[in-house]
Structure formats: structure tokens, C-alpha cells
């Protein structure tokens, strides 16, 4: 069984982490990109290699010990802030803000930069993939029916361009345990990408499905 | 047309170039990681941020104006350093080491950390499928019939565990500008996730693909 924390935060507390954590990472991301696209010489970057190393130190003095994982608080509030897609504390993800209808419709408009390069120029294939299961994933729990990936489909239309972007999903129906998502990838100029999910929300999940908390960490 | 830059590098510059990037992003990807993890307090988050923004600062100092894009010499060697994946100098890349039979094949061991989470202890979804269209498109390639993603399945077994893995493909078959390959993700305890991509060459590349170089853009 998946293990997850709980943490009584106070809604307040749990703002300032957010603007802390949230401003620091950004920072995070900024270097990343710099990193990729820096052209400073053999010396400088040397020598900012030996400082970055002195940074993750610092930040290392203490640590969780394993990964993030997913944490909620005792009155249902989640903090995903690991999650590769929307993690606030992690510099891989974009991050995505995904906006929910509450009728089981998820969607996100966000940038993506450099980082996520494939073909030159364009999003590299897998991250379109990477962001559409996570759509489709939060279009399921916004519809009630909240799984962990059981198939995903991706259909490329054309390359999407790095740059400004929109991705959305809704849950078309539900059998039994299976719920089944489509949703797509868009730049300015129509879609590029479609998906069809269906998602699955194991056996020993399901009695815990009414817990709207333990429904969160499967979106 | 995707535009592609040619630098014309001596295997030595190229190699000591791999050594001082490959060095200097790893010390980024333990940054990230420890961005993510860090239990340290309020003031020395921001004092480390206040230290990033320097560092960041002075890469930027000076830098490629867009995204790094894929780069070849004119003797055919290439350094996509920039891949989502694969990317020698991107932090967001794991990144994959991707060997290959040269008969339709490829592979790769690697470890996965903190920053591909998704549900609690676990690789998430889309990261999976992220890595597979790699691996599944290097096959193509390597199979001599490369091409952009056309469409991707994949099948979600059970959750990939974060830690050890290995994921391979092979090209099935050819049918007109059409590459089927198939692929999975496994980790110690056996297949975590199958897939299968079909992967097209853009009619533009077509006349190009027999250049090696081009080739390799899309992979």
C-alpha cells in the first residue's frame, strides 16, 4: 500500500510554505534553464559548479530522507509539492496550475521553456505525455472517479512549439472501476496533441475513496 | 522546418566539453533534489535563494538566445545536450544513458529520484511514458527508420517504484512511413509499464533522412 503522510498545518502556515517554497524553487528552475543555455567559459562555470555544490549542502543538513510523497493534513488539505507535473518544491515540473471545474473537467495554460526541448524547437514528445496524464488524472478525480493510470493514448497531430500552452481534459464516462478521460494539448494555433486515459483505482484504494484526502493522492 | 545548428568540434573539444557540462548539470540535478527535500529553515532557504539568483546571474552573463536545440558537426556527430530525456546539460533529464544494438533496438539502466514522483514512493505516470517515447523512438532510429511520435499507447501494469530501472524497445515492424515499435519499463521485480508508439517522418525530412545527422534529430 502507498504510504502517506499527515501534517496539521495551520491554513496560514501552510500559505507562507507556499510563497517560500514556491519563490525558492523558481529560483531553482531559473538555474536550470541558465545551465542549459549558458555560453560562459570552462572557468566560470567551474567555479559556479563549486558553489552550486556548496548550496546543496547547505541544503542538505537536513533533509527528508526518502522522496516527498504526498501530504495532507488532517482536515483534507493536500500538499503535493513533489509531483513531477505540478510540485511547487520541485524544479522539473513546469510547474502546472491546474484549474478544476468540479464536474470533471481539469485544465492548465502554462509555458514551458528550454527545458523541455525534444525535436529543436519543439516540446519533446514525452512531455506532452507527461503533462496530459496528469490532466487527465486530476479531470478523473474532479469527476468523483479519481484512479491511477491504467492506459494512455496519445495521438500527435503536429510538434507543439515551446512557448505558451494549454492542455485540458474532462471525463467522458465510467464503467465500473475504470473512468475513462480525453483531453488534448494546444498551442495558439489549435491542438496539437489529443489523449484518451482511463484510469483505475486499485482494490485496496477503494475503501479508502470516501476520504476526499486519500482521493487526492491518486490525482 | 525544425532549423538545426552546425558547430564543427574536434572529438577532443567534444569530449572535454561532455566531461565539464555532464559534471556541472549533475551538481544542478543534486541541487534539485535537495530543493525538494531539504528540511533547513526559513532564513537559509532564502539566504541559499539569494545565492542561486547570483549564480543563475552569472550564467546568464552570457547565453544561447532560445532553447539549446540540436547541434551537429559537419562529420555527423551530434549533441542533442538539450533533450528532455537524454540531455546531457539539461537538470530535468534523468538523464538516460541510451545504448543500442543497431539492428532496431535500444535500452537503458537508470535510477530515478525524489524529482519523478507521483503517487507517494512511486515514478509518476507520465514520467514513465516521458522515458518510453525516448527509448521507443531511439529504436526507430537505430531500426533506420526514424520519425517524430505519431502515436503512443501505453499500458500501466502496476506502479513503477522510484529507484532502479531499466526500459527497452525494439522496431516491430515498418509499414510504408509508418515505424511500429514496441517497448516496456521494468524494474527489479519485472515489467512495470508496456507500450507501443508508432513513429513518422515529417514528408519535409524525408528527402534528408539520408543524412546521418539529420536522422538524428528525430530521436
Known amino acids: 500500500m ?7 498545518l495551520s491554513p496560514d502556515e501552510i500559505a507562507a510554505e507556499t510563497e517560500l517554497y514556491g519563490s525558492f524553487t523558481q529560483s531553482v528552475r531559473e538555474l536550470v534553464d541558465a545551465t542549459l543555455r549558458t555560453e ?29 510523497g504526498v501530504r495532507m493534513s488532517s482536515k483534507g488539505s493536500v ?4 509531483n513531477a507535473v505540478v510540485g511547487l518544491r520541485n524544479a522539473v515540473a513546469p510547474p502546472l496550475t491546474v484549474e478544476r471545474s468540479g464536474t470533471g473537467r481539469a485544465w492548465a495554460d502554462f509555458h514551458l521553456g528550454a527545458a523541455y526541448e525534444g525535436p529543436p524547437g519543439l516540446v519533446h514528445g514525452g512531455v506532452t505525455a507527461l503533462l496530459l496524464d496528469q490532466i487527465c488524472g486530476e479531470a478523473a478525480a474532479d469527476g468523483g472517479a479519481p484512479g491511477m493510470t491504467g492506459t494512455l493514448t496519445l495521438r500527435y497531430r ?7 500552452l494549454h492542455a485540458e481534459a474532462h471525463l467522458d464516462r465510467v464503467e465500473g472501476v475504470k473512468t475513462f478521460v480525453v483531453g488534448h494539448l494546444a498551442d495558439a494555433e489549435g491542438v496539437t496533441v489529443e489523449c484518451e486515459g482511463v484510469f483505475i483505482l486499485p482494490r485496496w484504494a477503494r475503501e479508502m475513496v470516501s476520504d476526499e484526502g486519500t482521493r487526492a493522492v491518486f490525482e
Open 158 to 164: 503536429r510538434g507543439t512549439p515551446l512557448g505558451a
Open 40 to 68: 560562459v567559459d570552462r572557468a566560470e562555470i567551474l567555479a559556479v559548479q563549486e558553489q552550486v555544490d556548496a548550496l546543496t549542502a547547505r541544503l542538505r543538513v537536513a533533509q527528508t530522507p526518502g522522496p516527498f
Open 2 to 8: 502507498l504510504e502517506y503522510a499527515t501534517e496539521d
Open 79 to 82: 500538499r503535493n509539492h513533489g
